[in-house]
């Protein structure tokens, strides 16, 4: 799967929105966009996923650029309870991806009341 | 919400010892992986799993390594001979297909090898 970048770190404020960036610039037309965080002392979780278009969930939002290099998960507003390493993890569904999730350092979300 | 269940949450075993991490993967799942985090490393993929055997392993999971599907609902990852470096957190994780759908991880079992 393609390789991934985001900041090691980012600091929001509690109910504001929060935009954490991810490049990814050399993503295929196969590679699916990915997000996944992990909570204190907890395992993965799942937050959201897209190919082009823009997509909204009931955790966050997703904005692909239209060139795909770069994409960037959106909370609306922050709340403590989503301080949390957030991944941006590629996924190739053409057939030669590999099984599991290759998740990188992420970024580290710290919220302030 | 249905959710992966992970026994036990914390596991201290003597190095050298074989030890057997349980899980339950969502019951109409197909696919299901183990996972491990060393402490304060990134989240590594070890093995997955799919129609009743090993469907891509990483480097990690070597000949101490094996997994089973022992019934229809249990889904472990047995370590033979633990070393002091396989302390580390074990995640479960199963998702309805391979590569487009979401995983859902269990909570975890800490693995302590002293």
């Known amino acids: 799967d393609a390789k991934t970048t985001q900041p090691n770190s980012m600091e929001s404020n509690e109910e504001e929105p929060v935009h954490l960036p991810c490049n990814h610039s050399?993503?295929?037309?196969?590679?699916?966009i990915h997000w996944y965080r992990q909570l204190p002392s907890q395992g993965p979780e799942y937050v959201i996923h897209?190919?082009?278009s823009n997509v909204n969930n009931r955790m966050a939002s997703l904005a692909i650029a239209e060139d795909r290099k770069s994409s960037t998960l959106i909370l609306h507003r922050a709340t403590l309870r989503d301080a949390a390493v957030y991944y941006c993890?590629?996924?190739?569904?053409?057939?030669?991806?590999?099984?599991?999730?290759?998740f990188g350092k992420g970024t580290h979300l710290i919220i302030q009341p | 919400e249905p959710e992966v269940t992970q026994t036990p949450s914390h596991q201290v075993t003597q190095m050298g010892q074989e030890v057997i991490l349980r899980c339950v993967p969502i019951?109409?799942?197909?696919?299901f992986y183990w996972y491990r985090q060393i402490l304060g490393q990134k989240v590594e993929f070890l093995v997955s799993?799919?129609?009743?055997?090993?469907?891509?392993k990483s480097e990690i999971f070597d000949d101490q390594f094996s997994v089973e599907r022992p019934d229809g609902s249990n889904f472990t990852l047995k370590i033979r001979s633990t070393k002091l470096e396989d302390s580390a957190m074990y995640f479960c994780?199963?998702?309805?297909?391979?590569?487009?759908?979401?995983?859902?991880f269990g909570q975890g079992t800490r693995l302590t090898v002293v």
């Open positions: 019951s109409n799942h197909l696919y």
């Open positions: 050399t993503i295929s037309g196969t590679d699916y």
């Open positions: 799993f799919y129609n009743n055997e090993i469907s891509e």
């Open positions: 897209g190919l082009t």
């Open positions: 993890i590629l996924r190739d569904v053409g057939g030669g991806g590999a099984d599991g999730l290759t």
């Open positions: 994780a199963s998702s309805e297909g391979r590569y487009n759908t979401e995983a859902f």
